[in-house]
């Protein structure tokens, strides 16, 4: 989906699909040279990281493995409840694995602060973060992304796999969306 298809609903667009796929390139070439000769693994956290995984996973120049785990701390609001489930978790055993979690977007930080210290209790050699995006004024506790595609202004954002209402997600680059979109009534949130 184009900007031009949902015409309206955007602000602006933050960031484009061409900027997306070229620093996509540049960090799997990071990630190729830090993990050389070594079993990786990618953990996507659904839904958002769909779009991420899929195109960072091809163009990785090397085999990997992966799999996809489904937490919640949003319930149906706008913001993090603080308060985070497992919806799905992973099929594949973390003893001694390097694990790489791909994620769409990083703003509170609590929900991938928990993801963190629940996948280290499970005896990996390594884990790390991968995230397109990073809002570095929502943060509300320090985490270490050692590979960060895009720090963004902490506006609510769609589009390549992030969402508001399910909708969105197959939007090509990330745009922030109109607030009449999600807060008819003049209210504020942060995706």
Known sequence: MEPRD????????????EQIHTRLAEMSRQIEADYAGKDLLLVGVLK????????LARELHHPISMDWMAVSSYGSGTTSSGVVRILKDLDTDLTGRHVLIVEDIIDSGLTLSWLLANLNSRGPTSVEICALLRKPDAARVEINVKYAGFDIPNQFVVGYGLDYDEKYRNLRSVGVLAPHVYAPTGGAAAS
């Open 6 to 17: 949902i015409d309206g609903d955007l602000t602006e667009i933050l960031i484009s699909e």
């Open 48 to 55: 958002g990281a769909v779009m991420v995984m899929a195109d």
